[in-house]
Structures are given as structure tokens and as C-alpha cells.
């Protein structure tokens, strides 16, 4: 339980909760500490009368309200300011009135006598009474210092004071300014080596997607998949792209291929009316991606890159499948990061399969760019290409159909 300030004497403390934090009633009497408090005789004489019409049973708040004004013209000493504030902080809780109980932790505050170590505590008192007022700048500034302040309590690390000044600013409609919040918080706790509650990433996802926020809303979805990776989770990741955008059959099919490795089960079907436009080279490879031929899909992918043929975004996504899928993180990593425009939402959405695949699997991305790799057959006909020439490039693909 927290425990308030000695500033008053009889500690009479009864504790209240807002919102985690132990904030109270302070204790009911003026007091002498080793360090002289500073009370003028008209301060006294209107505090005491005050502070009894306050705790005694049945007190009406509305009636005192008078008496409070009186004992504020009375106020001038930062002890006498604490001892206010700490007063009517008291009398907000007895009378359920959260404008005296703010403008009472904002006088504690404002006399710069309270406890440097629960300073922080307070301000996110203050922060959390004036966010309930709506006063949402106000709200943000309090927050702040106590974020400067690096307050931490038993169940509020640093992050989740990043994760309030996100909500802050949602409750206001800024809503590209709270994700940049919600995103930081979840970097500091990552930086921490603290596990990240889903729920955030799922607000993240959830704002983002209602006001239809890119580039944010993919990278909440893919992080929220990387940490959290259960089909149900995939299935709405996936989904939030499909509705988001207007994909054509050629995407679906994409985006149905990464369905198939993270359990979400989709329709996977080559369109017709896209193949008439396509040359052999693409058709070839869409054909092997289909029948699971990744090698050869791969080379034949590398092969259209070479001549300059096809759509260089859907060619660039499905060399990243095809190399992801035989464990070519590497590669597969820098395919996907050359796919923009219509596909970019596919391509984040395989590149965080492949984060949390390699992750699982106790492999990082750096021992693959320095540690040997097995050499597969694709890898011969792209050196093959590479040296001599795209027709023996051709020539290594036919070998590869059989």
C-alpha cells in the first residue's frame, strides 16, 4: 500500500486505487518535521476548521467549497501549498469530485515540497485526473515529466507510460501521433527484453486499420503475427490486407500460398485472364510455384529479371516465395524488400512468416549470409545464367521441369 506524505501529522491514511497506482488520503493534521514547515497564524486558523468539516461523517463537499476558496487567499508558503493540496485531494475523493481532487495534486505539485522519490507518482496522478477532465494536453504534459522522471512502480514499467501517452492521444482522434507512441512502447520493452502484451499489438492493428493508417497498420499486423504466430492471429493479419485493398486473382493466389504454411487454408487458383498477358517464362513459373517446383520457379523468376519481362513487383514476390520456401532467408529477405506498390502488403506479410520462421527454429538471418549453404540445383542455373547467358539459363530450367 502506498503511503502518503507525513506532511500532516496523524496518519489516519486510507488508501484508494486509480488506475494501479496507491494514491490516498493524506493523513489529517498540520506537522512539524525536522525541517521547520512555514504556516502563517490565518493559514492555520482556517486549514484546522476546514480539515475537520472535511473528515467529519457525512461531510458535504458543495457547502465547503466557500471555506476551500477562503483558505486558497491564505496560501502562500510552498509548505502551506502542500498541505492545501494534499487537503483537497482528500476532499475530491470524499466528495467524488475530480475537478478538486486535480486542482489539489496540481497545487501538491506546483509547491515543489513533495518527495522528489514519489514526484513521478504524482504527476501520473495528475496526468490520469486531467486525461478523465478531457483535458487531454494537459494530461500529455504531466505524463511527460513523469516519463522524464523515469517512474517505474511494482506493476508500471517505463513502456506502458509510452503505451498511456498513445491512448491519450486516440482519445483525442491524433491517431498517427498515438501509434508513433504505441510503436515506441513496444521497441522499449522489446529493448528491454520484455515480453509485448498482444492486446497492444492488437490495438495498434485495430486503430490503424478503422482509419485505414498505411504503412502502420502492416507493421502492427506483421509484428503482431512474428510474436504471436497462432493461425487465428494469421487469419486476421491476412484479411486486414485483403480488405484494405482490392487485390486481383494473382494476389490472392499470393496471398493463399502464405495461407497455406501458417494454417489459414484459402483458395489458390491462377487467373486465366492474367495468363493470356504473360509470356512463357511467367506462365512457366507461376506453373512451378503451383506445383511446388520452388527451384525451378526460382530460376525461371531470375530468368524473367534478366530479360526485363512481366510485372517486376509480382516477379520480385514470387522469387521471395519460391526462395523462402526452401529456406533461402536471405535471399527470399532481399526479393521481398524490392516489392512496392500493390504487393507491398503481401510481401511484409511473407517477410514476417520468414522473420518468425527462422526465429523458431533457433536460426538467425546473420549465420545465413556468412555460413556455407548447401548449393541446390536452382543455384547452378542462375551461376550458369550468370556466366554464359540466358539460353543455357534456359536450357538448366527445361532440365529442372524434369
Not at 494534499?86 to 515543489?112: E, T
Not at 524488400?337 to 500493390?342: E, M
Request: positive net charge.
Amino acid at each position: 500500500m502506498y503511503r502518503g506524505y507525513n506532511m500532516l501529522g496523524k496518519r489516519s491514511i486510507r488508501a484508494r486505487v486509480i488506475g494501479g497506482l496507491g494514491v490516498f488520503l493524506f493523513a489529517s493534521s498540520l506537522s512539524v518535521s525536522a525541517q521547520q514547515p512555514v504556516y502563517s497564524k490565518e493559514f492555520v486558523d482556517a486549514y484546522q476548521p476546514l480539515e475537520a468539516a472535511i473528515n467529519s461523517p457525512g461531510a458535504e463537499l458543495g457547502t465547503l467549497k466557500p471555506q476551500i476558496a477562503v483558505l486558497q487567499g491564505f496560501t502562500v508558503s510552498p509548505d502551506e501549498k502542500l498541505a492545501l493540496g494534499a487537503l483537497m485531494f482528500n476532499a475530491g475523493i470524499i466528495g467524488k469530485d475530480q475537478n478538486i481532487q486535480f486542482d489539489g495534486v496540481k497545487l501538491m505539485l506546483a509547491s515543489g515540497k513533495t518527495d522528489p522519490s514519489e514526484t513521478g507518482r504524482f504527476n501520473v496522478v495528475a496526468s490520469q485526473l486531467a486525461g478523465s477532465l478531457k483535458q487531454y494536453d494537459v494530461a500529455r504534459t504531466y505524463l511527460q515529466k513523469a516519463i522524464d522522471l523515469n517512474f517505474t512502480g511494482p506493476n508500471i514499467a517505463a513502456p506502458d507510460l509510452q503505451l498511456t501517452m498513445a491512448e491519450l492521444f486516440f482519445s483525442e482522434q491524433r491517431d498517427q501521433e498515438g501509434l508513433r507512441h504505441l510503436a515506441d512502447a513496444i521497441a522499449a520493452r522489446k529493448g528491454e527484453g520484455l515480453p509485448v502484451d498482444e492486446k497492444w499489438y492488437r490495438r495498434g492493428v485495430s486503430v490503424a486499420y478503422a482509419k485505414q493508417i498505411v504503412p502502420q497498420v502492416y507493421d502492427f499486423a506483421s509484428e503482431w503475427v512474428i510474436d504471436n504466430p497462432a493461425p487465428e492471429n494469421w487469419r486476421d493479419a491476412i484479411n486486414v490486407a485483403i480488405n484494405l485493398n482490392q487485390f486481383d486473382a494473382d494476389e490472392l493466389l499470393e496471398l493463399g500460398l502464405l495461407g497455406d504454411r501458417v494454417g489459414v487454408p484459402m483458395d489458390r487458383k491462377l487467373s486465366s485472364k492474367s495468363m493470356k498477358n504473360k509470356t512463357s517464362i511467367e506462365k512457366s513459373a507461376a506453373q512451378y510455384i503451383l506445383s511446388r517446383k520452388y527451384a525451378a520457379a526460382e530460376a525461371s523468376y531470375i530468368s524473367a529479371l534478366q530479360n526485363g519481362i512481366g510485372n517486376i513487383n509480382e516477379i520480385y514476390l514470387r522469387l521471395g516465395i519460391a526462395q523462402a520456401v526452401q529456406g533461402k532467408a536471405t535471399q527470399s529477405l532481399s526479393s521481398f524488400g524490392k516489392v512496392a506498390g500493390r504487393r507491398e502488403p503481401i510481401a511484409r506479410l511473407w517477410t514476417a512468416y520468414l522473420t518468425h520462421k527462422f526465429r523458431v527454429s533457433a536460426k538467425t538471418l546473420m549465420p545465413l549470409r556468412s555460413a556455407p549453404r548447401a548449393e541446390t540445383p536452382s543455384d547452378k542455373c542462375l551461376q550458369l545464367g550468370f556466366v554464359q547467358g540466358t539460353q543455357e539459363l534456359a536450357q538448366c530450367i527445361s532440365m529442372l521441369r524434369e
